[in-house]
């Protein structure tokens, strides 16, 4: 009689090794795959990497930002990340900063095999672009927070941050040109817009003259007449008025370029309409515009705030073709023609839209959304006139009107 033999099939040992080739290429992929464990340690070292040049850099920009707070109001810029963007540099050996030629607040670092970019914000913080962020040999830092990017290791091309980058180059040359860009407010189609000043990964963009009745949204206490607005209480209620994003938040949809925008949802603080340009913003474009070079030696302009808030709480500005304008005596600055004073010849009309003209439609500039510092009873705001001064007036000046700006992210203008 026969013994029944025991044993393994050929299919069940071909069955067997198809397994044990699966399990491991699926360990040799956690291993060394694009996501494996080489190349997320290879990340992780990529990112420390960043994180240490970065922290450097930030240790320094907070020294300055304590150093500009120590100082008097009237020795250093009014934003202390310009204070920190005109020194930075300084604080490290040649070649580590360097700024951009067009926008001294966005920085370059390069040490110890690491490249990251950063935009040094109005506070002197520095925000960290991701994508920028390389290590000699490796890739891009990996995971979220400053200087990190979104993948690593080895030849891995980095993807892209999903945080606002410029996709069109915007330079000072630009400043001025137009956007094809299609707008309402009040029911009023708006589409006369320029490029006023870029600030890291967004742009301002001006409304190329002053705007017409129909558009002008008036609230309480303020007053239009054609296109003339003012104040009928005190400046606050004008300052407020030409500030507040939600009188003009309808400015921030439309078309550019025929594609379809709608930022008026957006939570990005840095995504914004105005009723006319800040001083502060319009000092920004003007001096880039215009830089302190051995062309232009005297005709930036500057300012200084009053040193406590006046009756109304505010603290007003001072402005001057002078660095550290004097607190006593400076409101206003004459520009000169060859940066767009308005005569027949020199007239910028992104800056002065109706130049020379002593009125157009009955006004005489336009309002800019800042307090001036003279007079102690808190009465003036500060205003660009067609006769080419950054002056001041009063907040119930009839003779006035709006210019509106939007911020947006310079990658809308693609």
């Not at 992780?44 to 960043?50: E, G, L, Q, R």
């Not at 925000?127 to 000699?136: D, F, I, M, Q, Y």
């Not at 004008?238 to 507040?244: A, E, K, S, V």
Request: some cysteine.
């Amino acid at each position: 009689m026969l013994k029944k033999q025991k044993g393994i099939t050929l299919i069940a040992l071909v069955i067997t090794i198809i397994v044990l080739l699966i399990l491991a290429g699926v360990t040799i992929a956690m291993v060394v795959g694009d996501n494996g464990i080489i190349s997320r340690s290879r990340e992780a070292k990529d990112t420390t990497n960043i994180k240490k040049i970065q922290e450097e850099v930030d240790l320094e920009a907070a020294d300055l930002v304590a150093e500009y707070h120590s100082k008097d109001n009237g020795e250093v810029p009014s934003k202390a990340g310009d204070y920190v963007a005109a020194n930075i540099v300084s604080k490290f050996g040649s070649g580590i900063v360097t700024p951009d030629e067009s926008n001294a607040r966005i920085i370059t670092v390069e040490k110890d095999g690491v490249t990251t970019v950063g935009t040094i914000q109005d506070d002197g913080s520095i925000l960290w672009n991701e994508a920028s962020s390389t290590v000699a040999g490796g890739g891009s830092g990996s995971g979220s927070g400053s200087g990190s990017g979104e993948q690593g290791g080895g030849t891995t091309t980095p993807t892209p941050s999903p945080s606002p980058s410029p996709a069109v180059t915007i330079t000072t040359d630009n400043y001025g040109d137009s956007v094809n860009y299609s707008t309402t407010l009040n029911g009023q189609t708006l589409t006369n817009w320029k490029i006023f000043h870029q600030e890291g990964n967004y742009v301002w963009l001006i409304y190329g003259d002053y705007l017409e009745n129909a558009a002008i949204p008036t609230p309480t206490n303020i007053s239009k007449n054609g296109y003339r607005v003012c104040s009928s209480t005190n400046r606050i209620d004008l300052i407020n008025y030409l500030t507040t994003k939600s009188n003009w938040s309808s400015l921030l949809t439309g078309t550019i370029n025929g594609n379809a925008i709608d930022y008026t949802s957006s939570e990005d603080s840095n995504i914004t309409a105005m009723g006319s340009p800040t001083l502060e913003l319009y000092k920004n474009s003007w001096n880039a515009k215009y830089p302190n070079t051995s062309t232009y030696t005297t005709n930036q302009i500057y300012t200084a705030t009053t040193s406590s808030a006046m009756s109304d709480g505010l603290n007003g500005y001072y402005v001057s073709k002078t660095n550290n304008p004097p607190t006593t005596s400076e409101y206003g600055a004459q520009m000169s023609g060859s940066q767009g004073y308005p005569d027949a010849t020199n007239a910028n009309v992104l800056y002065y839209p109706h130049a020379c003209e002593s009125a157009w439609n009955d006004t005489y500039g336009y309002w800019l959304a800042s307090p001036s510092a003279y007079g102690t009873k808190a009465r003036d705001v500060i205003l660009v006139y067609n006769h080419g001064m950054v002056d001041y007036n009063r907040y119930n000046y009839d003779l006035y009107a709006c210019r509106p700006v939007v911020c947006l992210p310079s990658s809308a203008l693609n």
